[in-house]
Nanobody, 122 residues
């Protein structure tokens, strides 16, 4: 059906920037929405940023003004630009997309990436 592959994680100093990418592949007919989540050890999964196709974006209060979610429709790729990173941003980041496939164009399902580690040092 659909596979999401993430990249761009790594180690960065506080105040630095990282750009996460998530590319969707498979029998994609339409991407209805996309989002980035994160989950730190011992903590619950947190919605970081989301966007519905043709609609406004939404961000967690903790990342507003620092993170930007975007999409390249031609490449079926989702991005998360992270600026002014803080140690508390350290987490595993997961991309999520609501996608309708070519075979089932009127039904959409959620797909997840494998996760990428982001570590911010102080």
């Amino acid at each position: 059906q659909v596979q999401l592959v993430e990249s761009g994680g790594g180690l960065v100093q506080a105040g630095g920037s990282l750009r996460l990418s998530c590319t969707a592949s498979g029998n994609i007919f339409r991407i209805n929405a996309m989002a980035w989540y994160r989950q730190a050890p011992g903590k619950q999964r947190e919605l970081v940023a989301s966007e519905t196709t043709g609609s406004s974006t939404n961000y967690a209060d903790s990342v507003k003004g620092r993170f930007t979610i975007s999409r390249d429709n031609a490449k079926n790729t989702i991005y998360l630009q992270m600026n002014n990173l803080k140690p508390e941003d350290t987490s595993v980041y997961y991309c999520n997309a609501n996608i309708a496939t070519i075979l089932h164009r009127l039904y959409a399902d959620d797909y997840w990436g494998q996760g990428t580690q982001v570590t911010v040092s102080s």
